[in-house]
């Protein structure tokens, strides 16, 4: 609830324009560093929020409202700015039961450590402005997806994956109309960019081991002499290299309704449409230290059906829709819950594709299945100045089985604790400070890729990922509010 009721200011275009342009120059220094999360998303959108779990989709106390439900803006009497970061600090160790190649013989390699980077940071920029008494204008600027996993080229799952980093932005211009004092309305449109980067060893010495003694074999060794090279370093070669990009511009909306029960209580209702993102970019194959003879090289990679050349990935994101409650109890105590259901079923299987060549699509297979989280957080004030938050939130992971968890996104459902506070310096600056803790359960993860690298038809290396995942991750977020 608001402490204070402050003169509405006048409709301030210019300074809204300078001040998001000041805000998008400060996420640009950040925004490509982002952390593993629940599925693809980012785990933190704004730092109040955070500190009760997600729980407060219809407190709308702060400029945040613009991400969790629109129509809260309307019960924002002043033009209010919000400036936040999160810091993910990510743990999680792999522990390989018998990663295999296509052939059914061991991958070899190294253990995995310190594939989760040390810690990573979104920024988080939220603004709203009245217009008049029935319009409030509002702006949102923030992270909603993002992976970031190195293994290394060596390790026991690098046919799989060896590096993955996926980066996202989501710039959210809302609109908020009050009915009346009970009923509210929002909408916003998102336009968010995303870019991918993928890379994977490629199985050049199971592809010889399986084609030993076979008549293919023959014409390579055979094929490699006749251009000057030398067939004798087949008995001593190494992996190749590939990598794949994309990025793409999407564009989607979002709605919210806010019914105002009484003074105390109000419900929310909000939906984030999906965003169909079609990613392109290039795929780099790299052969040039499968042995030491670079005639050798080059024959290998052309009979590994893999060159050079454009990508595309089309995938729908997840839409949501979240309702929620909150209630202001007495003068000390709040009370607030949401329950959030996500269309992950909309992925589906990840095909990237090769547009103008021979190459087979290279698919990671998802199935992932719809899910949702429930949040339940509590408010006390404790002063005029220190407002403290806690939470608690249930949180469903998308993937369905071991058989179709990825190294890529190793994902098992999650439990959060959540603190936060908010501390009022004066009547228009404040700050949010917010600690979360998420308890991963335990991921196994028996993987197999469907397609060989002696396949013409697909792209693929056939190998199997055979081990368990165990994570949790450390948010520490904190945020700058000001009334104008």
């Known amino acids: 609830m608001n402490i204070e009721t402050r003169r509405r200011p006048s409709f301030n275009l210019r300074k809204i324009a300078f001040q998001t342009a000041l805000a998008l120059l400060a996420m640009s220094a950040v925004a490509s560093n ?110 909603p997806y993002g992976a970031q996993l190195d293994y290394g080229n060596t390790w026991t799952g690098r046919y799989n994956l060896t590096n993955l980093k996926l980066q996202s932005l989501d710039i959210n211009p809302s609109l908020a109309f009050k009915l009346n004092e009970q009923h509210s309305f929002g909408v916003g449109i998102s336009a968010q960019y995303m870019k991918a980067n993928l890379s994977q060893a490629v199985d050049v010495p199971g592809s010889l081991q399986a ?3 076979t008549p293919v074999a023959a014409t390579l060794a055979q094929e490699i002499a006749a251009m000057g090279g030398n067939p004798a370093v087949l008995a001593n070669v190494h992996d190749g290299e590939g990598q794949l ?63 050079n050349s454009a990508t595309q990935l089309d995938l729908n994101t997840p ?45 990671i297979r998802q199935d992932w299945r719809d899910t949702y989280r429930l949040s339940l957080g509590a408010n006390y004030r404790y002063s005029d100045a220190l407002l403290l938050r806690g939470g608690i939130a249930f949180d469903q992971s998308p993937v369905r089985s071991a058989q179709l968890t990825d190294p890529a996104f190793p994902d098992s459902n999650r439990v959060w604790y959540s603190l936060g506070l908010n501390y009022r310096f004066d009547k228009h600056s404040s700050i949010d400070a917010a600690y ?45 509010n000001y009334k104008f």
């Open 319 to 363: 839409e949501t829709v979240s309702a929620n409650v909150f209630s202001q109890l007495n003068a000390e105590w709040a009370a607030m819950a949401d329950l959030t259901w996500t269309r992950n079923s909309r992925l589906g299987d990840l095909s990237v594709q090769f547009p103008g060549t021979v190459e087979g699509n290279e698919v």
């Open 34 to 143: 982002t952390a593993l999360a629940s599925g693809y998303q980012f785990g933190s959108q704004t730092v109040s929020g955070q500190g009760n779990a997600d729980a407060g989709g219809a407190q709308t106390d702060d400029a945040s409202t613009v991400f969790y439900n629109p129509a809260g803006m309307t019960r924002l009497k002043d033009t209010q700015l919000q400036l936040g970061a999160t810091i993910a600090i990510p743990h999680s160790t792999y522990t390989d039961f018998g990663s295999t190649r296509f052939t059914g013989t061991s991958t070899g390699g190294t253990a995995a450590s310190g594939y989760a980077p040390g810690s990573v940071t979104a920024p988080s920029f939220y603004l709203t402005t009245p217009i008049n008494d029935k319009f409030t204008f509002g702006l949102g600027v923030f992270v």
């Open 245 to 307: 990009t994309g990025h793409h511009w999407g564009y989607g909306f979002n709605l919210g309704y806010l019914f105002q029960l009484n003074d105390s209580t109000r419900f929310g209702l909000a939906y984030r449409s999906s965003i169909k993102q079609k990613l392109e970019g290039n795929a780099t194959w790299d052969f040039s230290g499968v042995t030491s003879d670079p005639v050798t090289n080059a024959v290998l990679a052309s009979a590994s059906h893999r060159a």
């Open 211 to 213: 084609l030993t003694g």
């Open 436 to 480: 979360s803790y998420v308890a991963f359960k335990d991921a196994p993860v028996d993987y197999t890729n469907n397609c060989t690298p002696l396949s013409t038809t697909c792209t693929g290396n056939g190998e199997t990922t055979y081990g368990k995942y165990q994570t949790n991750i450390q948010f520490v977020g904190i945020a700058y």
